[in-house]
Each structure stands twice: as structure tokens, then as C-alpha cells.
């Protein structure tokens, strides 16, 4: 054999296997594309699966590595496009999907001439799609969708039809996917296209067309995840079409089936639950323990026990021991999502029975626990009927303060839960007619479309007291026509706030504290639940601190007497003007020292300072110290000190915070009610007496109790 004839069948044969050695690493690589693509539609048949998806994800990224390896160290073989393809549709399955975007255009920049480009440009479109670009996700399948590869054609058409879809587009996504019946003969394609057909009508809650397309789903020959997810689909429709025996029929085809024995739990527990549905406690509860029995420590007998628990609070309302199987569902599996849903579940009823509790004291505290109450049973737990129940406490409890409230959620209920337009409207009405300066108020005119002429026409004339005070106009000019407002208007929404404004003007323009005073506690009085009210209140308190200065001023200062050489008269009998005698003089000259102050003879008439009477209320009953929760929650002092007049008859008439904590003074004031007097005693007969008193809280843990 000749010598060059050896070696080039030597050089022949490296060259034969260096291919081989590329083609081993692409190999690789794709082998674990499809092993992640298997995991990943075994996923999708089971989200709740963290243990299938993480396993999903791991394969993709080991298919990247593989695929890169190409990359790196044979850049100039013929399998870089078809690596950067599978890099990319890698990242696009793990929800990277900037990252997929760039691999492709890799390809397509660089590879002009590679045979996967078309599919390369479908895969960037989803990426697109992916990243919430959708205008350019349009454009390139929308390209695509006109290519002469007719399968990426179809794939592309169908993927716009997705995305319109998602979009909520849900008649552009019908006419496409109808427009591609008959015309697709791919079995893979068709099971798309009679899936996302599917979809649509069930978005669109056109359950009849939702449950043919479905099962042309079943007869195009689909794989068994997809079978599987189908058929579960098709229970779905069936429960929502009120026809429960063909979907526990459903159910329990998809139980008997060995194809499908990997998700037998899963199908029990959707039996259980239609037991539930069906109102057979007994037969769900038998189900869901023998779920519990098969499959211990898996997420499957968390949620068993976790919808046990529901029974017992919503069917049975035994809270107790709900709360107990709350608890057993979050230690089943402490990492499964039914352990999240079961603390929350735990938190919530701990919550309504805290505020339950409260709630049944007949004062503010109590009805705003009741409200508590109410929107736990709305949002939280979903409980329509027993939110309305609540409601309809509040509505029989003396305080009216808490009627609009009341009346407002009510109304929700009915017109956006119940869909009750005509209980809804009667609630409404009822809101705006009773209380129409609240802002409950307010959103029950836009609903109900009610007539705001009165609103137009205040609004006119306060805009014109704002327009005549930015000129400089008299105080007095803009008075009167705010004045008008309150007066001519007083269920618009522009009264509360002209009467505001009205107190401004006369405590800040004209220096006219009293009257001031008069607007802004008539705005507390009359229109309570604004925020203006909020605001004057405030300001009466400041009022009330200035006056009080104001007349600390006006007092005449006492003087100062020198002490006589000789000895004083002996003391009057009048207790009142009392002095203590001086001591007898001394051998020795004693310094020269101030005297008493003269003091200041009582008023004769109108209520009196506790300095002076001659002689003080005495105690009869003290309510027992309070209890607040902030003192416990807040850095708070647990000290509010109140002013209060103490009437003739002994009772407590008039309470006025001195100084405290915001959140502690409503209750204050309650308790500084309930304490009883023997009346003050001025020249022998009995007179009202103002006091000061500090209200000491104690936390709940301190014994303290709410008031009565």
C-alpha cells in the first residue's frame, strides 16, 4: 500500500472522528433538551409540584451547559446554529426570556444562510411575547405566519391566537383559531388548535362550545398529559354547567384509568370535593380521610386535611377545631403552598374570633370591631351572608355614626357580590336621603346616578368666596356668601366644607375665637362622619387652650403683703378665706417674708373651679381601669388627663381632654362618664364643679377591662 495512501485515510479517519466528537457533545445536549421537555409537560399536568418543576428547570439548565460546550470549544462546527437554537428555546422554557432572545439573534445574525432561521424567528417572537413586547411579538408571527414552511406557518398562527387570547382579545382569538379548522392536518397542531379554541370559550364562559372543543381535544390523538389536563378540564365545565354527575363521572374514569395512576390523588381529591359540592358531608369526609390514609406526608393529604378544616368552620362553624386542622394541613407538608394557605387560614380566624369577642360590648369599640368582622367575612374568608348578617348588627346599635358604613357595605354586597341591583339601589337611596353629607354618600349618587344639582350650585357659590378672598375682598363679603352655602345647601357636599371655611375666616381674619368656636363645633355636631370634622375637632381643642390662656391673662396678678408687726386677728369662720397665724414673735427679729396671696372670691354664679368651692365632689363610684391593647402595641403613655363638670345632681355632665394619646382619648371620655359624685358644696348649697382627673389605662394582660 502506498504511503500516501495510508495517510490519507488516516487524515480521513480524525476527520470522521472529530465529527463525531461535535456531534456527541450536541447529542448530549439534546438528549437533555427532550428529557427536560418530558419533565416539564409532567409539570404542567401537576403545577402544584414543586418538585416537578424545579426538576424541569434543572434539565433545561443542563442542556444549556451541554449545548455551550459546542460553543466554546468547537465554534466552527456545523452544529453552533443548532446549539444556539436549543440554548434559546432552553432560556425561553425557564422564563428567561431575555436571555433566549439574544441566543437567537445569534443565530440569525450570524447564520445567514442555516435552514433554521423560520424557526428561529417563531422562537423569538414567543420570547418577545414572553418579555410583554407584544406589539413586536405581532410582527415577527405575523411573519412567520406567511413564510413557506407551512408547519411554522401554522405554529405561528396558532401562537397569535394564543397571545390574542391572553390579551383578552378573546373574539380575535375565536375567528383565528376557527379560521385554521380544516385546514391543519399535524396531529400535534390540531390538539393546539382545539385546546386554545377551548380556552377561549371557557374565558368567554361559553361553557356548551368550552366542552365540544375540549373533547375534540380528546379525539386528536393527544399525548397522555395533555389527555389528562383535558379531561380535567372537562370536569371543570361540567361543575360549572351544574351538571355534577357527569363530571364525578368524569372524575372517576380518570381514577379507574392506569394511564393516568401517576395523578390518582389528585383526581381523588377533586371527587371529595364534589362530594362537598353536592352537599354529601358525610362521603366527602370519608374521601378526604382516605386520601389522608394512602398518601401521608404529601401535599395531596395537606390539602385533605386543609378542606376538612373548611368544613368544620363554614359547615359546622366549629372554629376550634378548624383552627386545630389548620394547623395538622401546615405541619402535613411545611413546604407545601397548602401549608402558606393554612397559616393564613390560622391568622384569619384567629383575627374574627378576637374581634367576634370584642364586638359584642354595645360601644364604639365594639361596633368598630363589628366592621372588623364584616370585611374578615368579605375579603378574607369570602363568606357573603355572614358579612351581611354583621352588617345588619351595626344597623340595630344605638350608635348612628356607624349607619352609613353600615348601609354602604351592605350595597356592595348586593350589587357587586349577589348582583342584586334592585336591593342594591334601595340601599343607596336609602344612604343618600339619610345621610347624604358622608362620603359613603358621595360613591352612592355616582351608582345610583342620582341627582347633584344642589352640588353644582354650592360648588358655584363657595368657588366664588374662594374667588373674592384671593382679591382682597372684606372677610365679611366672602362670610355671607359662605354662609349661604350652609344654609341654602346643607346636603351638598360643599356645606361641611363652607362651614370649615367659616370657622377659618372668623378665627383667623377676624380674631373672633368664640364664634369660630360655634362654627367648627357645629360641624362636628352636624356633619361627623367628614373630614372636616376630623379637622375641627382639633381645632376646638386649640380654641378652647387659647381662651383658657387668654383668660389666665386677663386675671389681675395677686400682690404681695408685708407681714404686720403685730399679731393677726384670729381666723374668720369662713374656711374659704382662712389664713394660718403667723408664729409668736420671736426674741429675735425673723427676716422679712412674703405673705399669702389674697385670694379671688368665687363667682356667684355659673359653674365653679375646684379651688373655689368650699368643699370638693366626694367620690362615689369609679369605674374599673380601662384596658387598651395600644398600650401593649404602641409606645404610648397609659395617662390621659380629662377636664370634667361635675353636675348638682353628682353625674358627670361635660368631658375635655386635656392632653393624651390620640388613640386612647375617644375611650378616656367614655370612662370619665361613668364615675359618680357626691356634688360640690359652695355657701352650703350644692354647685357644679369642674375637675381635672387622669384616666390610667392598663393593658389587657394588666386586667383591665373595656368599657361598659
Not at 485515510?9 to 428529557?35: S, T
Not at 380556552?199 to 398529559?225: H, I, M, W
Amino acid at each position: 500500500m502506498p504511503r500516501w495512501f495510508f495517510i490519507a485515510h488516516l487524515v480521513l479517519l480524525a476527520a470522521l472522528a472529530q465529527g463525531c466528537v461535535y456531534y456527541n457533545k450536541f447529542y448530549n445536549a439534546k438528549k437533555r433538551f427532550k428529557e427536560a421537555h418530558h419533565q416539564r409537560l409532567l409539570s404542567e399536568a401537576d403545577p402544584d409540584n414543586r418538585v416537578l418543576t424545579n426538576a424541569y428547570l434543572d434539565y433545561y439548565l443542563s442542556a444549556i451547559r451541554k449545548a455551550s460546550i459546542v460553543l466554546d470549544l468547537h465554534p466552527n462546527s456545523k452544529w453552533v446554529d443548532d446549539s444556539l437554537l436549543l440554548i434559546g428555546q432552553s432560556y425561553y422554557w425557564r422564563g428567561e426570556h431575555r436571555e433566549a432572545r439574544v441566543k437567537f439573534n445569534e443565530l440569525l445574525d450570524n447564520f445567514p444562510d442555516s435552514d433554521l432561521r423560520t424557526e428561529a424567528l417563531y422562537w423569538k417572537g414567543l420570547s418577545l411575547w414572553g418579555n410583554d413586547d407584544i406589539s413586536a411579538a405581532r410582527e415577527i408571527l405575523s411573519f412567520v405566519s406567511e413564510s413557506e414552511n407551512r408547519f411554522f406557518a401554522a405554529q405561528s398562527i396558532l401562537a397569535l391566537a394564543d397571545l390574542e387570547q391572553s390579551q383578552g382579545n378573546h373574539d380575535d382569538a375565536e375567528r383565528t383559531y376557527l379560521g385554521l379548522v380544516d385546514k391543519i392536518k399535524d396531529d400535534e397542531l390540531e390538539t393546539r388548535l382545539w385546546k386554545g379554541l377551548g380556552d377561549t370559550y371557557f374565558a368567554k364562559s361559553e361553557l356548551k362550545n368550552a366542552l365540544n372543543a375540549y373533547r375534540k381535544v380528546l379525539q386528536s390523538k393527544p399525548d397522555d398529559v395533555t389527555s389528562y389536563s383535558t379531561q380535567i378540564r372537562i370536569g371543570a365545565v361540567l361543575e360549572l354547567s351544574d351538571d355534577l354527575e357527569e363530571a364525578l363521572s368524569t372524575y372517576k374514569r380518570l381514577e379507574r384509568s392506569k394511564r393516568f395512576r401517576l395523578y390518582q390523588p389528585k383526581v381523588q381529591l377533586l371527587i371529595a370535593n364534589l362530594y362537598r359540592l353536592r352537599g354529601d358531608i358525610d362521603g366527602a369526609l370519608e374521601a378526604y380521610s382516605e386520601i389522608i390514609k394512602r398518601n401521608p406526608r404529601t401535599e395531596t393529604s395537606a390539602e385533605a386535611y386543609y378542606q376538612i378544616a373548611l368544613i368544620e368552620h363554614q359547615v359546622r362553624r366549629n372554629n376550634e377545631k378548624a383552627l386545630e386542622l389548620f394547623a395538622t394541613a401546615r405541619k402535613e407538608r411545611h413546604t407545601s403552598d397548602v401549608a402558606v394557605k393554612a397559616r393564613e387560614m390560622e391568622t384569619t380566624l384567629f383575627q374574627l374570633d378576637k374581634f367576634k369577642k370584642r364586638g359584642e360590648k354595645k360601644t364604639k369599640r365594639g361596633t368598630a370591631a363589628l366592621f372588623n368582622v364584616a370585611e374578615i367575612y368579605l375579603f378574607s374568608l369570602g363568606e357573603v351572608d355572614s358579612a351581611l348578617t354583621t352588617y345588619e348588627r351595626v344597623l340595630t346599635r344605638a350608635d348612628s355614626s356607624s349607619v352609613p358604613k353600615a348601609l354602604y357595605g351592605m350595597g356592595l354586597i348586593y350589587a357587586d357580590s349577589l348582583r342584586n341591583e334592585e336591593k342594591a339601589t334601595e340601599l343607596f337611596e336609602r344612604l343618600v336621603q339619610d345621610y347624604p353629607i358622608t362620603p359613603y354618600a358621595v360613591d352612592a349618587r355616582l351608582r345610583i346616578g342620582a341627582d347633584r344639582s344642589d352640588d353644582v350650585l354650592a360648588a358655584a357659590r363657595y368657588l366664588e368666596a374662594e374667588a373674592l378672598k384671593a382679591e382682597g375682598a372684606s372677610p365679611q363679603d366672602v362670610i355671607t356668601i359662605l354662609r349661604q352655602v350652609t344654609e341654602e345647601y346643607p346636603n351638598s357636599l360643599y356645606a361641611p366644607k363652607a362651614l370649615f371655611a367659616l370657622g377659618w375666616a372668623y378665627e383667623n381674619d377676624l380674631g373672633d375665637l368664640d364664634t369660630a368656636n360655634t362654627h367648627y363645633m357645629r360641624l362636628t355636631d352636624d356633619y361627623p362622619m367628614t373630614e372636616f370634622a376630623e379637622v375641627s375637632a382639633d381645632k376646638l381643642k386649640q380654641i378652647k387652650k387659647e381662651l383658657r390662656d387668654r383668660n389666665t391673662k386677663r386675671k389681675p396678678k395677686p400682690k404681695a403683703k408685708t407681714p404686720k408687726k403685730k399679731d393677726p386677728p384670729p381666723p374668720t369662720a369662713d374656711a374659704a378665706f382662712a389664713e394660718e397665724l403667723p408664729k409668736p414673735k420671736p426674741t429675735k427679729p425673723e427676716p422679712q417674708v412674703n405673705a399669702v396671696p389674697i385670694r379671688k372670691a368665687p363667682r356667684a354664679d355659673g359653674p365653679l373651679e375646684a379651688s373655689e368651692v368650699e368643699q370638693l365632689p366626694l367620690l362615689v363610684h369609679a369605674p374599673p381601669s380601662p384596658a387598651a391593647e395600644e398600650i401593649g402595641e404602641e409606645d404610648v403613655s397609659p395617662n390621659v388627663m380629662v377636664r370634667f363638670l361635675v353636675g348638682i345632681d353628682g353625674r358627670v355632665k361635660k368631658v375635655v381632654v386635656v392632653e393624651g394619646a390620640d388613640v386612647l382619648q375617644e375611650q378616656a371620655v367614655d370612662v370619665a362618664f361613668q364615675y359618680l359624685f357626691e356634688p360640690g358644696i359652695h355657701k352650703g348649697k350644692p354647685c357644679e364643679v369642674w375637675m381635672e382627673f387622669p384616666i390610667t389605662f392598663l393593658s389587657p394582660e394588666q386586667g383591665g377591662s373595656e368599657p361598659e
